[in-house]
């Protein structure tokens, strides 16, 4: 999964706000297909998890929320400061976390992924009101984001359950690795 999304690197900037196919099946599809978004929902998981019980849970709660608290700041057209460079620092600084093994403050770990879930969300967001279903693709987006949060937890907790800890760090690393790749589209 990691290595695919890395192969995508350079190519990461898919938000080009000019509108989206519609529909739930295109919600579904859209993250699993953005390997920007497809990284970072897998960085909150595999953070969550090694974080413990409280977080395991809270933060893939936090994300969805506060993406689509960014929906609606994108659909309104807000301001935010730069999107595409706010998501690609989201990969590289989850990446981090989680090679790092940081053991970050619950509300700090709370408040990174708020903020991140903000720019994830603005971007489609903006994108929202030209789909051909903006309902139907937000549910789909939405519970694409979850699954891709429940499939970092499952990596982790399996990672722990065969003493290979090590695996988990090692896609942090690949993650914040690809994160730099991002960085680096997003500043050429």
């Known amino acids: 999964m990691i290595a695919t999304g890395m192969s995508f690197a350079p190519t990461a900037a ?11 099946v295109a919600g579904v ?14 960085a909150v998981g595999l953070w969550g998890a090694f974080l413990g019980a409280r977080l ?6 936090v994300f969805p929320l506060l993406m689509v608290v960014g929906a609606v700041l994108g659909m309104r057209a807000i301001p935010l400061p730069p999107v595409e460079l706010g998501i690609a620092v989201s990969v590289f600084v989850l990446g981090l976390c989680v090679a790092g093994a940081w053991r970050a403050p619950a509300w700090l770990a709370v408040a ?25 693709y937000s549910a789909g987006f ?15 907790v399996l990672a722990t359950r065969v003493r290979r800890v090590p ?9 914040a690795l690809a994160g730099v790749f991002f960085l680096h589209g997003v500043s050429a």
């Open 167 to 175: 695996l988990t760090r090692a896609a942090g690393a690949a993650i």
């Open 56 to 61: 395991v849970v809270a933060l893939p709660i």
């Open 112 to 136: 990174i992924v708020a903020v991140f879930a903000l720019f994830h969300g603005y971007a489609h967001g903006r994108e929202l009101p030209s789909a051909a279903d903006p309902v139907g």
């Open 14 to 24: 898919a938000h080009s706000g000019t509108g989206l196919p519609g529909g739930f």
């Open 142 to 156: 939405v519970l694409a984001t979850g699954l891709l949060h429940v499939g970092g937890i499952a990596f982790a």
């Open 29 to 42: 599809l859209h993250p699993v297909g953005g390997p920007d978004h497809l990284l970072a929902m897998v």
